[in-house]
């Protein structure tokens, strides 16, 4: 049975317009295999505690004597949710940039060491299984096309993040410009809406 894992990371909840998009993917998710099973984790506002002592010490050291409480149980508890997941769907807001600091605590709990990804003469080396990821982003103004004026922090690092630990496939959506007023937001929603389309159900499929 397929998985979806949901990620939402805005403080704002289901009210998000992140969320809101993120709804729409698994939507089509769901309409293409309605008896996938939905797994939602909520990590905006602060639910997502971060890594403590212990763990920045299992980070740094292969042989450091490890508890395996605090955020080393956490830290399997996600990765497992991650691994069983056949689907990943983060919904985010752009924060300064780049993503909001709850999705980064949620990165260093699952970007570990010996567990889903290995250091090699070569680098890093993936451990996970890749999969699907989609991202879907909101912004209160535009990162990206001829009328942005900030640069995108968010997607290069969330490529090569989820990269290292074997997350290629990645599919990004965004609202951009919710911050621009009442019709910018409706012609953005409108665009990706349009584009969600096109990606999930292409004419002739
Ligand atoms: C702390 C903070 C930083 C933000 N930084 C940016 C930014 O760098 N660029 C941008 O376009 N919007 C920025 N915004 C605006 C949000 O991206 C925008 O309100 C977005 O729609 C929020 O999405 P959400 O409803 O999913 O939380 C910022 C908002 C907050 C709260």
Redesign the pocket.
Known sequence: MMRILHVSC???GQ?????KLSQKVIGFLLKAEPSAVLVNRAIGGGAMPHIDANYALAQHSSTAQLSQEGSVSRSEELIQELESSDVVVI???????TI?SALKAWIDHVVRARRTFNVTAEGKVGALRDRPVFVAV??????SGERAR?PDFLTPYLRTILGTIGLKDLNFFS??G??LGHDAVADARTKTDQALREYFSPAGR
């Open positions: 805005s403080p704002r009210a998000a317009e992140s969320y919904g985010t807001p752009m924060h300064n940039l909001p909101a912004s209160g103004g535009r990162f900030q609202v951009q919710t911050g």
